[in-house]
């Protein structure tokens, strides 16, 4: 072992510690003073120190360059070779390899696990450690902050409600607060195409950004946010987040919803204060960003106990679902790589409890993601039109591809982002112009004043300046247009005017034109005749409008116009109309005239009467009636009357009204007749062939009519009602029958023959109302009965009636 003597200085000693290794040596004391601070003993326990070194006696510390040493007895310092512990593999549980990296003294390489942190979909969680779980927070969250703060470097993730039939959240905005600065990564569009844009200290920057160690891009699909100096990597858009912290930095050393990045997921549920629980969506409560003012999101009052939730269901609740590319040959070439379990999970959550489908891709985006990050790119979105990107024509897409993009500006000796993610990017062989611009060129050289970019040494013509691309300057230099002198013309002909205007065959010179200005022409009146219509035009070549009267599709007659087919006054007993026909002489229509044709064929009871007026046509005069009976017409002279042969009870008298005759229709209506009331061989028409008569039976056998009250039991009908009754004498005799040698007796009695029941309501003084039945009788006549003696005697009138 080497010691070291008091009062050497350190660079001193590190540089003769380098060169006598395993050796002893002892440094004087002459050259350098003993350093001036001394740490206080303790008093009531005395501890031999080092005083001169500011360590405890048998202390060991780092000297320099990756030496060791230790405080011994009598202010000496003892030197300890470094020894590097051989290197052990180890697995980290977020599926990602494990990285080299130096000890706390930049000495030694050991493995150990970067932190990764994910999240997509509505929204799913990956933490540091890889551990898998679900939150439908509606706030501002921690996602990590430092436990000991060492970077400035926090971060925090805004969730809200997403979807208008589900109380599920998407994440809405990315918030990095690294030291005095604070820049947000929004996106305005959540369920759709989106809508990026970066903020800092609440003002939009232009992209790409890069300022006081912080980088911002934009690939068309997401944001990219990088701090090189800690090599702190976050991105945000349609498919998530994603957060990478190198251990080196951030080792054991980060809490909130993405938990502690120290390869060990027992301990990702961590409350703020220490306390674990099982459930991370418990834990993810207790983590709202306290430096924002948020109303709605109270910090729950008791701290939650380990009770183990539900085993999740894997089950997709829509047959339709994408999910199961994920586990498909589509993404095979990844599965020994990163696992498609915690993805295949969310994806699954997704399709059951968002309404928009195309959540769904999110888990298929973050977990392509992750492969590109584990050096497997695949080209998947082609598989799927549901998660179709569309980039601007100008660009391509690619599912991986550098962060930050080639451009002509690039210097060589700058580094870029080492970061791979799918975007829009210029097609091969192509770069950007600029980091600004988002233009491809295949050559580098200027833009113009449009943005167009130019190639080094390219003339063009600009705003009527001859320009180039100047390659020595790389910027656009421009001289105005020599023009020549342009001639002068003559202008003759009203309305034109000399005027100095642009030449069409060189937009950027001028050239004097012969112009037509019409306000210069002389005004002109014209009147046209009737039936002409004033026309004006400019014929080719000239200035001024010239006026002429063209005749109108109209006939002329007496200073009127009429239209085609109309009716014209004409000459007496002549019919004139405006024809179609033009008249070469004037143009107009011509009127065509034709003789009145009178009408001599009149309608049956007309006749065709020449007038003794100066009227062109007689007319035709009534001279009958005319009678149609039976699709069979009769002309009656005035005064007649006619009957139809079937129908003598019809009577039709023609009638004359002033000059007007008129058919008069009458009926004769015939007083009833009983066939049975006539005496035999009587019976004949009346004198208007109408009615029938005949000599009536005396007194014989009849329907006679009467109206009375019926009274029942002390109830009575309020109105009388119709009570017929038979009424008559039959054919009754007594005579000598020489057959029987003995008189010969026939009765016959008058009796109803055809009748019926009928109901009358009687009131009754109780106020009772009750129907009661009777014999209406319809129909009389004489009925054949056996003879008595009173039978036989001569008849005596008697009346008959039926009351029920």
């Given at each position: 072992?080497?010691?070291?003597?008091?009062?050497?200085?350190?660079?001193?000693?590190?540089?003769?510690?380098?060169?006598?290794?395993?050796k002893t040596v002892l440094c004087g004391t002459t050259t350098i003073p003993?350093?001036?601070?001394?740490?206080?003993?303790?008093?009531?326990?005395?501890?031999?120190?080092?005083?001169?070194?500011?360590?405890?006696?048998?202390?060991?510390?780092?000297?320099?360059?990756?030496?060791?040493?230790?405080?011994?007895?009598?202010?000496?310092?003892?030197?300890?070779?470094?020894?590097?512990?051989?290197?052990?593999?180890i697995t980290c549980t977020n599926g990602k390899k494990?990285?080299?990296?130096?000890?706390?003294?930049?000495?030694?390489?050991?493995?150990?696990?970067?932190?990764?942190?994910?999240?997509?979909?509505?929204?799913?969680?990956?933490?540091?450690?890889?551990?898998?779980?679900?939150?439908?927070?509606?706030?501002?969250?921690?996602?990590?902050?430092?436990i000991v703060a060492k970077h400035n470097l926090n971060i925090y993730i805004d969730n809200v409600y997403c979807d208008p039939t589900e109380d599920v959240s998407c994440p809405r905005s990315i918030i990095i607060s690294y030291?005095?600065?604070?820049?947000?990564?929004?996106?305005?569009?959540?369920?759709?195409?989106?809508?990026?844009?970066?903020?800092?200290?609440?003002?939009r920057l232009k992209l790409p950004y890069s300022h006081q160690g912080v980088k911002i891009l934009d690939s068309g699909i997401n944001l990219v946010l990088e701090i090189p100096r800690l090599k702190v990597v976050i991105t945000f858009g349609i498919t998530g987040f994603s957060v990478t912290l190198p251990n080196q930095y951030f080792g054991d050393n980060t809490q909130g919803h993405c938990g502690t990045c120290d390869n060990n997921q027992a301990n990702d549920c961590m409350l703020p204060g220490g306390k674990l629980v099982e459930n991370c969506a418990v834990m993810a409560d207790y983590w709202p960003a306290k430096h924002i003012y948020q109303p709605n999101c109270p910090i729950p009052?008791?701290?939650?106990?380990?009770?183990?939730?539900?085993?999740?269901?894997?089950?997709?609740?829509?047959?339709?679902?994408?999910?199961?590319?994920?586990?498909?040959?589509?993404?095979?070439?990844?599965?020994?790589?990163v696992s498609p379990d915690n993805f295949y999970q969310g994806c699954v959550f997704d399709s059951c409890h968002v309404s928009n489908p195309a959540v769904e891709c999110t888990s298929l985006q973050t977990y392509a993601a992750a492969c590109a990050q584990a050096g497997v790119c695949l080209h998947w979105r082609n598989h799927t039109s549901l998660c179709v990107i569309n980039c601007p024509s100008n660009k391509v897409?690619?599912?991986?591809?550098?962060?930050?993009?080639?451009?002509?500006?690039?210097?060589p000796n700058e580094p870029t982002m080492n970061y791979t993610t799918e975007g829009c990017f210029c097609p091969d062989g192509m770069k950007l112009f600029n980091k600004e611009s988002g233009i491809c060129v295949d050559k580098c050289g200027c833009l113009d004043p449009e943005g167009i970019p130019r190639e080094f040494n390219e003339r063009f013509e600009y705003k009527c300046q001859n320009c180039i691309c100047d390659e020595s300057t790389k910027t656009v230099t421009c001289k105005p247009k020599p023009c020549p002198t342009p001639p002068i013309a003559n202008c003759a002909g009203p309305g034109f005017v000399l005027v100095n205007q642009t030449n069409p065959s060189d937009s950027c010179c001028s050239t004097f034109v012969c112009q037509c200005q019409s306000n210069t022409c002389p005004v002109y009146i014209m009147n046209c005749p009737v039936g002409f219509l004033p026309v004006v035009s400019v014929p080719q070549?000239?200035?001024c409008p010239e006026r002429t009267c063209e005749p109108k599709r109209v006939c002329v007659h007496k200073d009127n116009e009429y239209q085609p087919g109309s009716s014209v006054p004409g000459p007496q007993c002549q019919d004139c109309t405006c024809t179609n026909e033009v008249d070469p002489g004037t143009g107009l229509f011509k009127i065509n005239c034709e003789f009145q044709k009178c009408q001599e064929n009149c309608d049956m009871g007309y006749k065709y009467l020449e007038t003794d007026s100066d009227e062109c046509c007689g007319k035709c005069v009534q001279t009958h009636c005319v009678v149609s009976v039976n699709d069979t017409k009769n002309l009656l002279n005035p005064g007649d009357t006619w009957s139809p042969p079937e129908n003598k009870c019809q009577h039709y008298t023609c009638i004359k009204i002033g000059d007007t005759l008129t058919t008069f229709n009458s009926h004769i209506v015939c007083p009833p007749f009983q066939q049975s009331n006539c005496q035999p061989g009587t019976i004949q028409s009346a004198a208007n062939g109408c009615c029938k008569i005949c000599v009536e039976r005396e007194k014989a056998c009849k329907v006679v009519s009467m109206k009375m009250h019926v009274t029942h039991n002390s109830c009575q009908s309020y109105e009388q009602v119709d009570m017929p009754y038979c009424e008559g004498s039959c054919n009754t005799f007594?005579?000598?029958?020489?057959?029987?040698?003995?008189?010969?007796?026939?009765?016959s009695c008058c009796r109803e023959t055809r009748s019926s029941n009928r109901t009358v309501d009687l009131h009754c003084l109780n106020g009772d109302v009750v129907p009661y039945s009777y014999t209406y009788v319809e129909e009389c006549g004489c009925g054949h009965t056996d003879c008595t003696r009173a039978a036989v005697q001569p008849a005596r009138r008697r009346r008959s009636s039926t009351l029920v």
């Open positions: 072992m080497e010691h070291i003597g008091s009062g050497v200085c350190l660079t001193m000693i590190c540089s003769d510690i380098c060169e006598f290794h395993n003993t350093p001036t601070t001394i740490p206080t003993p303790i008093p009531t326990i005395p501890v031999p120190v080092c005083p001169d070194w500011d360590v405890m006696q048998n202390e060991t510390f780092l000297l320099c360059n990756c030496t060791m040493a230790r405080c011994i007895e009598n202010n000496t310092i003892e030197i300890i070779p470094y020894e590097c512990p051989p290197l052990k593999n494990p990285v080299l990296v130096y000890d706390e003294y930049h000495c030694c390489q050991h493995y150990a696990c970067d932190c990764v942190c994910e999240g997509w979909g509505d929204p799913h969680y990956i933490t540091f450690d890889g551990f898998y779980y679900s939150y439908q927070g509606n706030c501002t969250y921690v996602l990590m902050e430092e030291q005095s600065e604070v820049v947000t990564l929004i996106n305005h569009n959540l369920l759709g195409a989106a809508q990026l844009e970066a903020l800092k200290n609440g003002v009052s008791v701290l939650p106990t380990n009770i183990p939730g539900p085993p999740p269901t894997f089950t997709p609740c829509n047959p339709d679902s994408i999910c199961h590319m994920l586990k498909s040959s589509l993404f095979e070439a990844c599965h020994p790589f897409y690619k599912p991986c591809g550098p962060a930050e993009q080639p451009s002509c500006e690039d210097n070549g000239k200035c007594t005579r000598y029958s020489e057959a029987a040698s003995a008189l010969q007796h026939s009765c």
